[in-house]
Structures are given as C-alpha cells and as structure tokens.
C-alpha cells in the first residue's frame, strides 16, 4: 500500500510560482511510476507530468512542457511538481499519483485527495 498526501497549493497572480509537494508513506517499487495530474470544473482530468521512482527520466504534457518541472527525493519519499510562469489555465485540482509501470490514467493504483492552484489574471 502507497499513501499520498499533496501540498502547497494556494493562490498566484499570473506569471508567479508555486511549488507542489507528494508526500509518499508505505511500501513503493523500484518499478513505480509517479505522476502529477491536474483537473478544473467541468473539464477531463490530464496528465502534467510523469518520472520513474527508480530513474530520472521525465514525460511532459503539452501545455506545461518548459514551465513545469517534475522532481523526486527517494529517501524520503517525496515527490515535487515546481510551476513557473503560470497561467490562469494552469487553475485546477492537482493530484499526485503512483502505479506499477501505468499505461493510462486508471491503471495509477494509488491516488492522493488533490490540492488546489488558483491562478489569477
């Protein structure tokens, strides 16, 4: 079992940043993969950003490739999401998740309850 709690949401201007934080708790693979998904009112919920517990390489959605980053610390279990140059479409529920080596978004087994990114204009 994996528990997964976010933090470090709130509310920006437009242009600002905001670090996100997954604090990971429980048995976890070296198989593992870890994403950041996000989702706003009304809207399909999306992959922003996806890394290999064991490895260093990352996958980028389209809409935050070069203003998101996605990191890890693996001794303790934490996962980061640093968002610069936000947008007012950048506003959404982000969600931090983690599955055994997921093609899609339902094969991501643990899931944590989400933290909110307000981005004004």
């Known amino acids: 079992q994996v528990q997964l709690v976010e933090s470090g949401g709130g509310l920006v201007q437009a242009g600002g940043s905001l670090r996100l934080t997954c604090a990971a708790s429980?048995?976890?693979?070296?198989?593992?993969?870890m994403a950041w998904f996000r989702q706003a009112p009304g809207k399909e919920r999306e992959l922003v950003a996806a890394?290999?517990?064991?490895?260093?390489?990352?996958a980028y959605g389209d809409s935050v490739k070069g203003r998101f980053t996605i990191s890890k610390d693996n001794a303790n279990y934490t996962l980061y999401l640093q968002m610069n140059s936000l947008r007012p479409e950048d506003t959404a529920v982000y969600y931090c998740?983690?599955?055994?080596?997921?093609?899609?978004?339902?094969?991501?087994?643990?899931w944590g309850q989400g933290t909110q990114v307000t981005v004004s204009s």
């Open positions: 890394i290999l517990w064991s490895g260093s390489g990352t």
């Open positions: 429980g048995r976890t693979f070296s198989t593992y993969k």
């Open positions: 998740a983690a599955g055994s080596r997921p093609l899609y978004m339902k094969e991501y087994d643990y």
